[in-house]
């Protein structure tokens, strides 16, 4: 099994729609979640930073971490043309002996369609 | 302008060369990292740094080698032991072990083909 799972996709909706991107994750100590956006041939830019449970708001963005289920979710509300990419999760937990790596989800690719 | 990045944009190497892919970053980072990225596979790592002169494996470390001489600088060779290097290579950075926050910064990536 995968430290953590997504639904690769694609995703295609059309523009103005809600988008949910989810990940799920087996490993109850992580506490750091990210969501990373990538568009085609660029490197992946930080899009939301959650630490432990709960929700974060930025924009039209809202990042969701459940622990007790081991899921976490991404919105995106009104979305746009320009929001079309691949999402990847990512996460991390507290460190102790090795370095700060990050697990990543294997991405969703979303379409958003004029 | 503070950031990272990756040199060169495409990089084609024969069969049997050895490669190497540029990595420079100017956020004052203690840590950097070199990932492949596949399609359908995500991230992988192939190695990671967390001070100067010090480096570990990931994951994936067969057949790369690194280096950490500079703070600023994780070069990161493709030797003709790896048997599939054909891929985008993502560099990235973060604080570091003694301020935690997880949060990793890519580069734009170098995308190197075996011809």
């Known amino acids: 099994q995968k430290e953590v799972e997504q639904d690769p996709g694609p995703l295609s909706v059309p523009e103005g729609a809600i988008v949910s991107l989810n990940c799920t994750y087996s490993?109850?100590?992580?506490?750091?979640f990210m969501w990373y956006r990538q568009y085609s041939r660029k490197g992946p830019e930080l899009l939301m930073y959650?630490?432990?449970?709960g929700n974060k708001e930025d924009g039209r963005f809202t990042a969701q971490v459940d622990k007790s289920s081991k899921y976490i979710s991404l919105f995106i509300r009104d979305s746009q043309p320009s929001d079309s990419a691949t999402y990847l999760c990512?996460?991390?937990?507290?460190?102790?002996?090795?370095?700060?790596?990050?697990?990543f989800g294997t991405g969703t690719r979303l379409t958003v369609i004029p | 302008d503070g950031g990272i990045t990756q040199s060169p944009k495409y990089l084609f190497r024969k069969e049997g060369q050895n490669v190497t892919l540029s990595c420079e970053q100017n956020?004052?980072?203690?840590?950097m990292y070199w990932y492949r990225q596949d399609p359908g596979q995500g991230l992988r790592l192939i190695y990671y740094s967390q001070i100067v002169n010090d480096f570990q494996k990931g994951d994936i470390a067969e057949g790369y080698s690194v280096s950490r001489e500079k703070k600023e600088s994780f070069p990161l060779t493709v030797t003709s032991a790896q048997k599939n290097p054909t891929a985008f290579y993502l560099c990235?950075?973060?604080?570091?072990?003694?301020?935690?926050?997880?949060?990793?910064?890519f580069g734009p990536g170098t995308r190197l083909t075996v011809l």
């Open positions: 956020l004052n980072h203690d840590a």
């Open positions: 490993n109850s100590a992580f506490q750091y």
């Open positions: 959650t630490y432990s449970s």
């Open positions: 990512a996460m991390s937990s507290r460190l102790q002996t090795g370095a700060n790596n990050l697990f």
């Open positions: 990235a950075s973060s604080m570091g072990q003694t301020r935690v926050s997880g949060r990793q910064f």
